[in-house]
């Protein structure tokens, strides 16, 4: 029987939720309750949301919640993208979360 820990697409999105935060962790501190909270905030509302949709009984439901985790995804990216900008983060590290995003996309 297929649990929430054995579904690929929350394990993956929870791999990238840890990164972000850890990533976040590294912003000045005069980010903590602007930029660090809000990508903290939309890297762990894509699980959470997963993890919602996965509960609900009638399909429909379910994929509604997938789109929410999916606005959360491109919410998230874009505040590395706001990261990347203001030099928090190197272009490099943005590439690798840029993969990542588009990887959960498809799934």
Do not use: W
Request: glycine residues 4%; aromatic residues 12%.
């Amino acid at each position: 029987m297929q649990t929430l820990d054995t579904l690929e697409v929350y394990l993956l999105a929870k791999e990238y939720r840890r990164d972000v935060v850890r990533t976040a962790n590294t912003f000045p501190k005069e980010e903590k309750f602007l930029l660090t909270a809000q990508i903290k905030d939309s890297a762990r509302s894509i699980t959470a949301n997963i993890a919602e949709g996965y509960g609900r009984y009638h399909y429909q439901e379910a994929i509604q919640f997938c789109r929410i985790a999916r606005g959360s995804l491109l919410e998230t990216y874009d505040h590395l993208s706001s990261a990347l900008d203001e030099g928090y983060i190197p272009e490099s590290l943005f590439g690798t979360f840029k993969e990542r995003q588009e990887s959960l996309l498809k799934k």
